[in-house]
């Protein structure tokens, strides 16, 4: 009852810089020959040279951080054709008024733990790290080539700030909002807040035979 009209989605945001970080070294590891930047990096050239060319060439870095587009020239060819009144930052603030919670890479755990005690989702047994175990090379910009980066990321981190203001909110006043739901009170204590859900719902969890 505390939810607006049409509020049905959650999230998950990550800092904009290590998401294009990770997602240019995701791009890379595909070794697709047809991709000119994979090409370029098996030629030899300076990795972060590549880096900003690939950059350069993304043709709405708002479209690939605010809505998780890959496709980007069909998605924003698309998005322009079906909401021509609309930008695409309009379009993610509404879409992140229509979430009910918010949760940060950057806190995955208690955010995990926050959006399992909300919906009585069994949390995992043990805390969990996207991409744990990769190793993704450290990039050595000169001075120009982070000028540009920021000046490039400069909407994505103004929109991620905004969404960082409201992850705060949700989790400063989960616990004040619900008071009936005791999970929230577990939140940052998985082996608790776990051992609670399975009393609540009388249930044992499946472990499937090896």
Do not use: K
């Amino acid at each position: 009852e505390h939810l607006a009209a049409g509020t049905n989605y959650f999230t998950w945001l990550r800092e904009p810089r290590q998401r294009l970080l990770s997602s240019f070294f995701f791009r890379m590891q595909q070794a697709n020959p047809r991709d000119e930047a994979y090409v370029r990096l098996r030629d030899g050239e300076r990795v972060e040279s590549v880096f900003m060319r690939w950059l350069d060439q993304q043709p709405s870095m708002q479209a690939f951080f605010l809505l998780g587009f890959w496709d980007f020239e069909a998605s924003r060819a698309r998005w322009s054709t079906d909401n021509p009144d609309t930008s695409v930052d309009e379009a993610a603030l509404l879409l992140a008024d229509r979430c009910f919670f918010i949760g940060l890479l950057e806190d995955q755990e208690r955010s995990v733990d926050a959006l399992c005690a909300i919906t009585s989702i069994l949390p995992p047994g043990v805390p969990t790290r996207r991409n744990a175990g990769s190793r993704r090379q450290e990039l050595a910009l000169t001075a120009d080539e982070e000028r540009r980066l920021d000046a490039t990321l400069e909407p994505q981190v103004a929109f991620y700030q905004q969404m960082v203001a409201r992850h705060r909110q949700h989790m400063d006043t989960l616990v004040d909002r619900y008071p009936d739901n005791p999970a929230l009170r577990l939140i940052g204590n998985r082996e608790q807040l776990r051992r609670h859900l399975l009393e609540q719902h009388d249930v044992v969890p499946h472990r499937p035979a090896v």
